[in-house]
T-cell receptor, first 113, second 113 residues
């Protein structure tokens, strides 16, 4: 009964390095989302997916790429990390859009030095 | 574009006192509204949601919220706060089609014994 699982939970990167954050859900949800949380700014949507093989940009997509090759997984990539990408990243999933509330993972704390 | 404002960055109350956290939203149609709570180092947990119907909605942990269309507000209330309620609270409005959430800046609640 895992729900939404994010890997890793913590990571420190050097500027210019690349990495991939993995989000896995076991609820057979169609919709998946990546948000970043910064102090005083709430959570902001980076990218989202409405089904396997689909992705779309959110509010703050620059510097990130995503892939949804399998329904249960949603990957967030940073090709060349920058200090401005230091943040806590949350993945969420939902059965559908609109009236259905989303389930959130525990977050990944990323520091770029 | 949809937006959410939480005017209070930090609120301090005494245990047993009543609580009201403010939330104002901007959305073109009937909004889907949510309140989430985040304990330190944790993910987001859904407290309650409003989609339609009765404007007073009940949630978990004794919380309730009232939707007031005329004031574009969705304030969260609790009659008697417990020390375990100390956390950060987020109001959010949801996109009707894709379930994308727009969050407020968050309100940090401190509870004094």
């Amino acid at each position: 009964n895992a729900g939404v699982t994010q890997t890793p939970k913590f990571r420190v990167l050097k500027t210019g390095q690349s990495m991939t954050l993995l989000c896995a859900q076991d609820m057979n949800h169609e919709y998946m989302y990546w948000y970043r949380q910064d102090p005083g700014m709430g959570l902001r949507l980076i990218h989202y997916s409405v089904g396997e093989g689909t992705t779309a940009k959110g509010e703050v997509p620059d510097g990130y790429n995503v892939s949804r090759l399998k329904k249960q997984n949603f990957l967030l990539g940073l090709e060349s990390a920058a200090p401005s990408q230091t943040s806590v990243y949350f993945c969420a999933s939902s059965y559908s859009g609109g009236r259905v509330s989303a389930f959130f993972g525990q977050g990944t704390r990323l520091t770029v030095v | 574009a949809q937006s959410v404002t939480q005017p209070d960055i930090h609120i301090t109350v005494s245990e047993g006192a009543s609580l009201e956290l403010r939330c104002n939203y901007s959305y073109g149609a009937t909004p889907y509204l949510f309140w989430y709570v985040q304990s330190p180092g944790q993910g987001l947990q859904l407290l309650l949601k409003y989609f339609s119907g009765d404007t007073l909605v009940q949630g978990i942990k004794g919380f309730e919220a009232e939707f007031k269309r005329s004031q574009s507000s969705f304030n969260l209330r609790k009659p008697s706060v417990h020390w375990s309620d100390a956390a950060e609270y987020f109001c959010a409005v949801g996109d009707a089609s894709y379930g994308k959430l727009t969050f407020g800046q968050g309100t940090i609640l401190t509870v004094h014994p």
